[in-house]
């Protein structure tokens, strides 16, 4: 009797149901609808919501099945029911492996390898690493992206990549496009040449000879992104690698002799963006965090694939350590092709940094300096720039046309300027200087004056012609250095320098 009435029930509502107007929709437009609900969803909650609103709109549902293609389960039964819904589709699946029995939910998803387009999987430390890393080595050809993150817990000691088996060449996803490691060890190394467009590995880098083989196999990367310590005095035998498509290298390698290691090995084209941090320890130096090529491996190894640079950015003060950009264009403020930061306790600007630079300068025409009163923060006594260093800072900077000077010391600032006292002949120095921009020189005297003076007399255009280019001298925030301005710069008559205070 209860039964009669709840199928009744039952029945009078889905009748009622069938009047409304959202079931006058045809399926493909529901579809459609269902489609634009659950794309950008965290989880499946949308769909699995969706279906069962109505018996209407669950055959709908379950009749596309594009919409369960994409997995965001941690259960063994939903991961399965998603599954069958999903035949034929291309698979998107992201995976945290909370439950216990993770070989068995691995197993259940590598039985549709061949129709993964995507694999996430989030992979805790008990749950066995080595064991799922085995399971999917699988024939995948159509996966184009893979994802693969270990959570370290809580006072875990930090393992190396030796601590696992070395990976082996595979071919069985040769549509893989996307790489990405966390924790994780190099589950193998992708045959070539494949199609590798992006490699992310953080966190536990392989041994260098099995990076490289990988580099070297994928001639198509355009990205790749390390972070991790990498063996510089391995006696492996690594072979320089050329990456002719790579667009943007992101590197934070420990220890700093790791990246010298790695560029000089590497072949890039000119075009390529490079984003490198350092963090120097008490045994190493910024020199050592710099790359030169090899004697045998000319340009384009290292950083010598960059030519035709047009401005410099140097800047150091603690806390923030050393921070050097190098752009392609004199007007750009916001994508350096170069910028290498490197970080200690106390920022030493020396070799590497200030001068002697690993790529080519020979076009740069501006240069910014600021260090010191960075900020604010006085720290310019805490470090010291070597003798001669500002010299040869400015012999390597031939076509420099302007040079801003930002929160330097009075000492040091007067210092930096003596090079440019020298009177200009063929073979001098900065021959093409134009313009001298000082921000914040502090403490500004008429000592400091005196040289700023030397500068002008013998570097200053002239009506009358000559080899001076100076023309303008900006002053900014000069403080008492107006009153010796207006007391000592006094022109002769003849030059054309055109002196700003603000």
């Known amino acids: 009797m209860v039964k009669s009435i709840l199928d009744t029930t039952a029945d009078l509502r889905t009748r009622y149901n069938k009047t409304m107007p959202v079931r006058q929709l045809p399926p493909e437009v529901l579809r ?6 659950t794309s950008d969803g965290k989880d499946n909650a949308d769909i699995i919501s969706i279906s069962h609103v109505c018996a209407y709109w669950r055959a709908c549902s379950l009749q596309a099945p594009t919409l369960w293609s994409r997995i965001l389960l941690n259960s063994p039964a939903g991961i399965k029911a998603f599954l069958e819904r999903s035949r034929p589709m291309p698979l998107h699946i ?32 008990e749950m066995g690493m080595e064991a799922i890393l085995n399971r999917i080595k699988f024939f995948a050809p159509v996966l184009q992206e893979l994802v693969i993150e270990d959570h370290e817990p809580p006072g875990r000691p930090p393992r190396g990549s030796e601590a696992f088996p070395r990976p ?39 041994r260098p000879r099995d ?20 063996d510089s005095e391995t006696d492996e035998d690594v ?95 916001h994508a350096p092709a ?22 080519d300068t020979s076009q740069i025409d501006t240069l910014v300096l600021c260090g010191d009163y960075f900020l604010g923060q006085a720290c310019g006594e805490h ?17 420099l046309k302007t040079l801003r000077v930002m929160s330097l010391l009075k000492g040091r600032a ?27 020189i502090v403490p500004a005297d008429r000592e400091f004056v005196s040289r700023l003076y030397s500068v002008i007399l013998h570097r200053g255009a002239r009506s009358s012609g000559g080899p001076g280019t100076l023309k303008t001298v900006e002053l900014f925030n000069a403080g008492d250095l107006k009153r010796f301005i207006g007391e000592d710069l006094r022109l002769s008559d003849g030059y054309e320098v055109e002196i700003l205070q603000e």
């Open 211 to 230: 990076l490289f083989r990988l580099l070297e196999n994928s001639p198509n990367l355009e990205s790749v992104t390390l972070y991790g310590e990498m």
């Open 414 to 440: 007067y210092e930096l300027l003596l090079p440019l006292t020298a009177i200009i002949r063929p073979g001098a120095i900065c021959p093409k200087l134009e313009t001298l921009e000082l921000f914040d």
């Open 32 to 37: 459609m609808i269902f489609s634009y609900a």
């Open 168 to 206: 082996q060449e595979f071919s069985g996803v040769p549509s893989l496009r996307t790489l990405t490691l966390m924790a994780t060890p190099l589950p193998y190394i992708l045959i070539g040449p494949n199609s590798l467009v992006n490699l992310n590995i953080s966190g536990m880098l392989p």
């Open 94 to 125: 992201a995976y945290k492996a909370s439950h216990k029995p993770a070989i068995t939910t691995i197993r259940l998803i590598t039985t549709e390898a061949h129709r993964l387009r995507s694999l996430n999987i989030d992979i805790p430390e």
């Open 239 to 333: 072979q320089p690698v050329d990456l002719p498509n790579l667009k943007n290298l992101r590197a934070e390698v420990f220890p700093p002799d790791g990246i010298a290691y790695m560029l000089a090995r590497l072949a890039m084209p000119a075009t390529v963006s490079i984003d490198l941090r350092v963090s120097l320890d008490y045994e190493h130096t910024i020199y050592d965090a710099f790359p030169m090529a090899a004697a045998d491996h000319p340009s384009p190894f290292g950083l010598g694939c960059f030519s035709g640079l047009r401005r410099m950015v140097l800047t150091w003060s603690m806390p923030y350590g050393l921070d050097l950009r190098a752009y392609r264009s004199t007007d750009d403020l």
């Open 338 to 359: 170069l910028h290498y930061k490197v970080e200690h306790i106390v920022p030493e600007p020396g070799a590497r940094f200030l001068a002697q630079w690993p790529f």
């Open 383 to 399: 470090s010291v720039v070597e003798n001669g260093l500002w010299m040869e800072m400015f012999e390597g900077l031939p076509e």
